[in-house]
């Protein structure tokens, strides 16, 4: 496996790399979910493995177009995205469709669920990159690319920790979508995964509330 293209499809492969442009999401971001995918994959029957990899490569090139335009779904945007050139590379309707909704369907943020075993792998090893150590060190890379905060403040002023917060933080992100991530999981194998990182991100957050409780003489 050559440190350019890890795939037998090299063409994917460039295409994805053409598309990432944030630290959070970058090319080694692509290839930690299709491991995670192929590890998943293999506790399932039947996974069509060259959609699986295909959709894995390309399910995040809608991302710059999102950080350019914040209203752009990039899961959606990503979907067409990557429709388009399949067709445009010779893959057939149905693959480029199935692919397509393994990418729509991949955002913890969406009202399209995967309703395929493909876009449910994906789904999953998609979040196990939310999960644990990782999930906690992309969270805060992204917070600083969109200029999100650690923390907010109630209408008391005090320090909020993220529970029911509207304002966007990262203690806001680690309780609506880090904490929940692990009960959500599709795939007995990504909940499996998942589990094993659970302690590492609770004992994060918890400790970087504490120090910043402190530091606001809050306890």
Not at 41 to 61: F, S, W
Not at 78 to 89: I, Q, V
Not at 148 to 163: A, C, Q, R, T
Request: charged share 25%.
């Amino acid at each position: 496996m050559s440190a350019v293209n890890r795939t037998n499809h090299p063409e994917a492969e460039e295409f994805m790399r053409a598309s990432m442009t944030d630290s959070a999401h970058d090319i080694e971001h692509v290839y930690r979910v299709l491991n995670y995918a192929c590890d998943i994959a293999k506790h399932e029957n039947g996974v069509d493995t060259k959609l699986l990899t295909i959709a894995c490569l390309l399910h995040d090139i809608g991302r710059s177009a999102q950080f350019a335009d914040p209203n752009i779904d990039h899961a959606l945007f990503g979907a067409e995205k990557a429709y388009a050139w399949l067709l445009e590379n010779g893959y057939s309707e149905d693959f480029s469709a199935a692919v397509q909704h393994c990418i729509k369907s991949h955002r913890f943020r969406s009202s399209s669920p995967p309703n395929t075993l493909e876009a449910k792998i994906l789904y999953d090893a998609d979040k196990l990159e939310v999960c644990g150590a990782v999930g906690i060190a992309r969270t805060l890379l992204y917070c600083a690319h969109v200029s999100v905060p650690l923390y907010s403040f109630g209408k008391n002023g005090e320090i909020s920790d993220g529970s029911n917060d509207k304002e966007a933080s990262f203690f806001q992100e680690y309780k609506f979508k880090l904490e929940k991530m692990y009960d959500k999981l599709y795939t007995t194998r990504g909940a499996e995964l998942a589990a094993k990182r659970k302690s590492a991100a609770k004992l994060f957050y918890d400790s970087l509330l504490l120090e910043t409780l402190e530091c606001y003489g809050a306890i």
